[in-house]
């Protein structure tokens, strides 16, 4: 297929499409996802966020996935929202150690009102620091969301996280469409929209293109699409599931660039389980952008001296905070 840099960014994707791209020669696929990624984006730079799990564990959703729902017996232990001074005091570090972004994380159903003025107050602190800005708290109300957005959060994050078809062998406690909603809540809020999947969830090819294909006909798309691969965690549900093969996870991390080639994609979880020849796969196909720091919310993650090694093999430079110069 010859690459349309003109009709590049759409929203008429369709699964034929997208499974046809899945399917093409490997390095047919990664020339493409890579020269698509150099029209819009520094191919050599990537953005660096900081996660912190503002409020950890007993979450009553029933994600397959996920160590800190209450369903399961994992090694994560309930806690309360942490206090807003702790919150600002480890972006300040985050900061100083190069990542631009600050993403806090709660493990909620959605959050309270009481939580929220909280939660704003971090984001107002955090903003003042110079960090851009992202939470993930579950579902939002418009209003919830134009409350976030006055504090002055940049981005919020709220996975699709698989294909319509496969989503019900995963979670059971919210609807898809209820994902939907909250994603158009918080565009209407005027919100960046960071939305993405996890894969490696015993899913097929098709529901990873499905995924996709949801992703890509969301218009606008999402400024940022995560793709995780399956952290598996003892306790979980999918504790045992099979490897996915990282060909495959290569192919979706391109195919997703392809089909949104003017938003970051982000090499997400799962970097402590990946070889350096892994991730600079990663980064071939696409990847803009990762999470730094040596914890994601609960599992691990390289720490800084192991990803200033790989920055240094790869010739790769942490990307400069949005509207800031090089
Ligand atoms: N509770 C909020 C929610 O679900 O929207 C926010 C946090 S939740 C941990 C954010 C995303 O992290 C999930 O949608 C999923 O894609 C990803 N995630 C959670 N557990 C994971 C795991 N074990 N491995 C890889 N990704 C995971
Ligand atoms: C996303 O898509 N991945 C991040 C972030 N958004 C919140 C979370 C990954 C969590 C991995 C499992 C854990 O550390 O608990
Ligand atoms: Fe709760 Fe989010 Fe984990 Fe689902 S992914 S169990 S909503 S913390």
């Known amino acids: 297929m010859p690459l349309d840099t003109e009709t590049a960014v759409r929203h008429d994707w369709t699964m ?7 399917h093409r020669p490997f ?3 990664l020339f493409d996802a890579q020269t698509l990624h150099r029209r819009y984006f520094d191919a050599n730079q990537v953005q660096l966020s900081r996660l912190i799990s503002i409020k950890s564990g007993g979450c009553p959703e029933d994600c397959a996935y996920c160590p800190q729902s209450a369903g399961y017996d994992t090694d994560v232990t309930a806690e309360k929202l942490m206090e807003v001074d702790k919150v600002v005091a480890a972006a300040r570090q985050a900061r100083d150690d190069g990542a631009t972004r600050y993403c806090m994380g709660a493990a909620w159903r959605n959050p309270k009102d009481s939580d ?3 939660v704003c107050a971090m984001v107002e602190e955090v903003r003042a620091l110079g960090l851009e800005t992202c939470a993930t708290l579950g579902m939002l109300s418009e209003p919830q969301a134009m409350k976030l957005k ?7 994050n709220h996975n699709l996280d698989t294909s319509e078809e496969f989503y019900g062998d995963i979670i059971t406690t919210r609807t898809y469409q209820d994902r939907l909603d909250t994603l158009e809540n918080v565009r209407r809020a005027g919100i960046n929209v960071c939305c993405g999947g996890i894969v490696g969830l015993g ?3 098709q529901d990873r293109a499905g995924l996709l294909v949801k992703l890509a006909n969301l218009n606008p798309h999402p400024e940022s699409v995560p793709i995780n691969m399956l952290v598996r965690v003892e306790g979980t549900p999918l504790e ?5 093969d990282g060909i495959e996870f290569v192919r979706t991390l391109a195919t997703a660039k392809i089909m949104m080639p003017a938003s970051v994609i982000r090499l997400s979880a799962g970097r402590q389980e990946m070889t350096d020849e892994m991730q600079a796969l990663c980064f071939l196909a696409g990847a803009g952008s990762i999470f730094v720091g040596d914890k994601l919310l609960t599992t691990a993650n390289p720490d800084g001296d192991t990803d200033n090694k790989l920055f240094d093999r790869l010739g790769l430079r942490p990307a400069p905070a949005e509207g800031k110069p090089a």
């Open 203 to 205: 899913e097929s090819r």
């Open 27 to 29: 390095n047919d696929l």
């Open 16 to 22: 034929g499409e997208a499974e046809a791209l899945y």
């Open 150 to 156: 006055l504090a002055g959060l940049d981005y919020y």
């Open 116 to 118: 929220l003025e909280n």
């Open 240 to 244: 045992t599931v099979p490897d996915l």
